[in-house]
């Protein structure tokens, strides 16, 4: 999927229906509440989690276009960074970035 495409297209219905295009706090918060439903579809074990995540896609692509970010560059550079360190599982399963032997500051 070309994420760029799909930023346009969400931007594009948020202008046709109506929706908030100017309020970036007020985008932030329908964002976090999205995450929410998407949790508890996930939690609850309920079908529509799947539906529930691609709202929450939809809004940040929206987010994303309302803050003039090109979301897709950034995902790219970001899988791009990540690819570089490397990762080992602690006893709590949070992922820690293993020390590469530098010092802060460095």
């Known amino acids: 999927m070309d994420i760029r495409s799909r930023q346009r297209?969400?931007?594009?219905?948020?202008?046709?229906?109506g929706f908030?295009?100017?309020?970036?706090?007020?985008?932030?918060?329908?964002?976090?509440?999205?995450?929410?439903?998407?949790?508890?579809?996930?939690?609850?074990?309920?079908e529509d989690a799947g539906e529930e995540l691609a709202?929450?896609?939809?809004?940040?692509?929206?987010?994303?276009?309302?803050?003039?970010?090109?979301?897709?560059r950034e995902v790219e550079a970001k899988l791009a960074k990540d690819a570089g360190p490397s990762y080992r599982p602690p006893s709590n399963v949070v992922?820690?970035?293993k020390d590469d032997g530098r010092t802060a500051g460095t």
């Not at 100017?22 to 579809?41: G, H, K």
């Open 95 to 97: 992922l820690v970035k």
């Open 55 to 72: 709202d929450v896609a939809i809004y940040l692509f929206g987010l994303a276009e309302m803050t003039g970010v090109d979301l897709q």
């Open 9 to 17: 297209l969400a931007w594009e219905n948020k202008k046709a229906k």
């Open 20 to 46: 908030n295009t100017t309020d970036v706090p007020l985008e932030f918060c329908l964002l976090q509440d999205e995450v929410s439903e998407a949790f508890d579809a996930w939690h609850e074990g309920r």
